[in-house]
């Protein structure tokens, strides 16, 4: 298994640009996270979903999208950068909603300039 | 909320030597899990642990949960488990679950 795999690993948008990152995960995970980590922050929680076609916002869900049309992929958008929007972002899945040990991509780090 | 609150915030040891990590959290929680995050940014589960003790080679975590804390041994520390080792406690959020992460605790390990 390859796990939880995230692309691009780094990415600089202009202000305004849009973008996908995309996330997949191939261990049949119901449930699948999207995080953004800030330093002196910790990892915050944008958008989740706890199958195919349900999705719900985290904390810090403004100027992010997603969608779950399959159980493996679960991508992110970006609809309009913004520096605020600078940070390294992490998708994590975990096999169910009530078996909720959390698996983690590589990430994605993001610079908005 | 809950508060998540690890300690100590920033430590450097000597290879070979042991140390001891805490998680102390302000409520009840489902679960509480574990991480590593090496210097290069890969976050790594390190154990699963509501309550009791689980072992994984030189590592260790113990959950007592009614005196809600955790601990972190690590036992004849290698250059490698440098990193940043959070403790992440899970609560149930509505219908949700959620995870609320501590701030960490940043481990330097000397040759």
């Known amino acids: 298994n390859a796990g939880v795999t995230q692309t691009p690993k780094f990415q600089v948008l202009k202000t305004g640009q849009s973008m996908t990152l995309q996330c997949a995960q191939d261990m049949n995970h119901e449930y699948m996270s999207w995080y953004r980590q800030d330093p002196g922050m910790g990892l915050r929680l944008i958008h989740y979903?706890?199958?195919?076609?349900?999705?719900d916002q985290g904390e810090v869900p403004n100027g992010y999208n997603v969608s779950r049309s399959t159980t493996e992929d679960f991508p992110l958008r970006l609809l309009s950068a913004a520096p605020s929007q600078t940070s390294v972002y992490f998708c994590?899945?975990?096999?169910?909603?009530?078996?909720?040990?959390?698996?983690f991509g590589p990430g994605t780090r993001l610079t908005v300039t | 909320g809950i508060q998540v609150e690890q300690s100590p915030p920033d430590l450097i040891l000597q290879e070979g030597a042991n140390s001891t990590l805490r998680c102390n959290f302000s409520d009840s929680v489902n679960n509480l899990q574990w991480f590593h995050q090496n210097p290069w940014g890969q976050l790594i589960n390190l154990f699963y642990i509501p309550s009791g003790t689980k072992q994984n080679g030189r590592l260790s975590a113990t959950t007592v949960a009614t005196e809600r804390y955790s601990l972190l041994y690590i036992s004849s520390s290698q250059t490698t488990d440098s990193g940043v080792y959070f403790c992440?406690?899970?609560?149930?959020?509505?219908?949700?679950?959620?995870?609320?992460w501590g701030l960490g605790t940043s481990l330097a390990v000397n040759p």
């Open positions: 992440a406690v899970e609560r149930l959020a509505g219908n949700n679950r959620k995870l609320i």
């Open positions: 979903s706890v199958g195919a076609g349900i999705t």
């Open positions: 994590a899945s975990s096999y169910s909603y009530t078996n909720y040990e959390q698996y």
